[in-house]
């Protein structure tokens, strides 16, 4: 895939805090044929089934967020995308359910290609899609997640849709190991 002129962050009007480099254009060309069925980058691998599951506080309430990787695909501007499902409780109400959309091109980088997304209030009503996109579709444009070879200094686009999902990256450590509790 390569990176070549388009939409600017002027569209917004604000200013990246983390600048990818690009000079405010980004349009990145992914061709179905750069791109393959398994994820297996060793910085963000999502074999079929995997789940992940992190805990915390949000405003003094328990957050749980649930990650699984469904083993379902879906097809993006025709890229064949892992189909991966991320939901969110709080205080044991369900506030977001998500389905993104990862592919891995075939230099190893893993790409972030959309989500659908439902937003619940506190009594479990489906309020919005707010974050809602799908690259190549009204001008969202879809960005690396995980490098292939990441490097102290890398700075990238996660995602652009302007005023919905505008995620940068930039590659602060490497070589390091980090517990949490």
Avoid: C, K
């Amino acid at each position: 895939p390569s990176l070549a002129t388009g939409p600017t962050s002027a569209v917004t009007g604000v200013t990246p805090v983390i600048d990818p480099g690009d000079g405010g254009s980004y349009r990145p060309e992914l061709v179905p044929a750069d791109f393959v069925d398994v994820i297996d980058n060793p910085h963000l691998p999502f074999p079929d089934g995997a789940t992940w599951r992190y805990e915390g506080l949000s405003d003094g309430e328990r957050e749980i967020i649930e990650v699984v990787v469904t083993g379902e695909r879906t097809e993006i501007m025709g890229i064949s995308a892992t189909v991966v499902r991320d939901t969110v409780t709080i205080g044991g109400n369900l506030v977001e359910d998500t389905y993104d959309w990862y592919a891995q091109d075939t230099e190893g980088n893993v790409w972030y290609l959309g989500e659908e997304v439902d937003n619940y209030d506190d009594e479990g009503e489906l309020v919005d899609h707010d974050g809602s996109f799908e690259h190549g579709v009204d001008g969202a444009v879809g960005g690396i997640v995980m490098l292939a070879d990441p490097q102290v200094g890398d700075a990238y686009r996660q995602e652009y849709y302007p005023g919905e999902a505008e995620d940068l990256g930039e590659v602060v450590r490497t070589g390091e190991t980090v517990s949490v509790p």
